[in-house]
């Protein structure tokens, strides 16, 4: 089984930095599938979650036009662990922000990459508050 943890929510005033983390337990990616994806994703209260940015093996990114410029998904394969390095936030940029991974050896085209169904395993997710 695969668990996803994430960290590095809380609070911080507009134009702001966070870096959220999560690190994957379990079986490793990298080992186990020659393609993967991963991706984080963000829900506001009331609000449908949406994709915020998303990476695959090579390392190839995809963002969510809202943040395009603001921020960047990066990993650590040595250290199963998954990067969103935050700037420049806005208040609604306010949301819980989840950690997701798709296990698969199959191509997923980059347009699904930011479908949260494209996604089988999800963490529990880090707050995020952006106070203007």
């Known amino acids: 089984q695969v668990q996803l943890v994430e960290s590095g929510g809380g609070s911080v005033q507009a134009g702001g930095s966070l870096r959220l983390s999560c690190v994957t337990f379990g079986s490793t990616y990298s080992t186990y599938y020659s393609t993967y994806y991963m991706g984080w994703f963000r829900q506001a209260p009331g609000k449908e979650r949406e994709g915020v940015a998303a990476i695959d093996s090579d390392g190839i990114t995809t963002y969510a036009d809202f943040v395009k410029g603001r921020f960047t998904i990066s990993q650590d394969n040595a250290q199963n662990t998954l990067y969103l390095q935050m700037n420049s936030l806005k208040s609604e940029d306010t949301a819980t922000y989840y950690c997701?991974?798709?296990?698969?050896?199959?191509?997923?085209?980059?347009?699904?990459?930011?479908?949260?169904?494209?996604?089988?395993?999800w963490g529990q997710g880090t707050q995020v508050t952006v106070s203007s």
């Open positions: 997701a991974a798709r296990k698969s050896g199959s191509y997923v085209p980059t347009g699904l990459w930011l479908i949260k169904t494209t996604y089988n395993y």
